[in-house]
């Protein structure tokens, strides 16, 4: 089932049958997750994985988050759903990855598993997820509807046992389309364009390239970000992997919240220099103006969609295993009715990903860049029934094709101040989640 630039499926489509019950448990999840195709959104070992694929809208181009968010609109309201645990992640729900760009070759997608496992405040659930037609071999709605009471043994749910624990797969990365001597040339002409007044901000990111030569090893890969990285989001959808710490917006009946995340340093050699470094970075003018030119960009775009917005009152410092942070956190309600995917539309891309202005800086980067982001820095996360869902941006992250090739991606901020050198080194901190999750 497969809605390409759709705004709808139509009515004569199959519908999907919607089971979610409570477990004992569901810990570990990531070992029990398809080896191949990994679908999976963790922080603190909590949230979601899935198995299979029942349903998959894809979209490209300059709508292609609407035309994803109509469709799946349209699919989850023609859906049969018995949602036993309702918590955030039970129900429906749909694993989504964006491009970062209108004109990017990559596919967006939205993907339904046949089965989800999930964990949130110490409770376990399982949903399973299937289509009902008109084959009489098919699920019927009304068959398939459990008894009061019923759990997921009784309707013939198999939880799959969690995989044996293996080795991280070695991958060697190599410098991409821009190696460092030419990364370091766009910094400085981009810096010369701010110094021109043609914008103030823009994110400039560069690659490295690998070879994968076994793909079920993916869960000890994804497995080593989660152990390595409990605080971010750890994810998995379509290939692209990675642990991001930044969120790009949170929906959950009516409350909405994001992490605006700008302004880099690296971690401390020992317990006082580490806390040098953070102190630094907190009365960095450089990183200060960074950060001040993110926050804006969200708070003006999320403005419009809530009745009441609050941020953090002063920037606070991030702490991740091998970089400081600045962060300021985001909060509010609701004003119109807006669904994540309405809000990721409003918000992607931000300032702390493209820079500002926005179209100026999109058009910088393009340039300056060389190549296509493909879905790294768009945003990547769930959604479900109701449009209420999760989303991250696509950071520490790699993309893992087919053929095996991994592309792993990381991006600075560059503003007036901004050092050629020192950006190419902060980018080499950026990649140290994906090399070292890949052996490296």
């Known amino acids: 089932m497969s809605h390409t630039d759709a705004p709808a499926p139509a009515a004569a489509e199959p519908r999907l049958v919607v089971r979610t019950f409570p477990v004992d448990e569901t810990d570990p999840l990531i070992p029990r997750t398809d080896p191949r195709n990994p679908l999976v959104w963790l922080r603190r070992g909590e949230g979601v994985v899935g198995l299979g694929e029942v349903a998959r809208i894809e979209s490209s181009g300059a709508h292609r988050i609407e035309d994803a968010a109509a469709a799946w609109t349209a699919l989850a309201a023609d859906a049969d759903i018995d949602d036993r645990v309702g918590l955030p992640g039970t129900g429906l729900i749909a694993f989504g990855a964006f491009a970062f760009a209108s004109h990017s070759a990559a596919t967006s997608v939205l993907i339904v598993p046949e089965l989800v496992l999930g964990r949130r405040d110490g409770r376990a659930w399982v949903t399973r997820i299937a289509l009902a037609t008109g084959d009489p071999d098919a699920i019927d709605p009304d068959a398939s509807a459990p008894a009061p009471g019923a759990d997921a043994e009784a309707s013939g749910i198999v939880i799959p046992e969690p995989a044996p624990k293996r080795k991280v797969p070695r991958v060697t990365f190599t410098p991409g389309s821009v ?262």
């Not at 869960?219 to 989001?233: C, F, G, K, M, Q």
């Not at 980067?365 to 479900?384: I, K, M, N, T």
């Open 179 to 440: 190696p460092p001597a030419a990364y370091e040339a766009a910094v400085a002409e981009a810096v010369r364009r701010i110094d021109a007044g043609e914008l103030r901000k823009v994110v400039l990111a560069r690659q490295l390239v690998g070879e994968l030569h076994e793909d079920d090893g993916l869960r000890a890969t994804i497995s080593r970000l989660a152990e390595d990285y409990p605080d971010t989001w750890v994810f998995a959808v379509d290939g692209l992997i990675g642990a991001s710490p930044e969120t790009l917006v949170r929906v959950d009946h009516g409350q909405v919240s994001a992490r605006v995340l700008a302004g880099t340093t690296s971690r401390g050699a020992g317990e006082a220099s580490d806390r040098d470094r953070a102190v630094a970075l907190q009365h960095s003018t450089k990183d200060l103006a960074e950060h001040a030119l993110a926050v804006a960009s969200a708070v003006n775009r999320l403005a419009p969609h809530t009745a009441r917005l609050d941020a953090s009152p002063e920037p606070f410092t991030l702490q991740l295993p091998n970089l400081w942070h600045l962060a300021t956190d985001l909060k509010g309600t609701l004003g119109d009715g807006s669904t994540s995917l309405d809000l990721v539309r409003a918000v992607h891309p931000t300032a702390a990903v493209a820079g500002t202005p926005r179209r100026i800086a999109l058009e910088t980067l393009a340039e300056l860049e060389g190549f296509d982001r493909g879905r790294y820095a768009g945003p990547v996360g769930w959604v479900d029934g109701d449009g209420d869902g999760e989303w991250a941006i696509a950071l520490r992250c790699a993309q893992v094709d087919a053929d095996g090739t991994v592309t792993a991606y990381a991006g600075c901020g560059i503003v007036h101040d901004s050092v050629p050198a020192d950006e190419l080194a902060e980018t080499d901190m950026k990649f140290r989640p994906i090399v070292e999750a890949f052996g490296g």
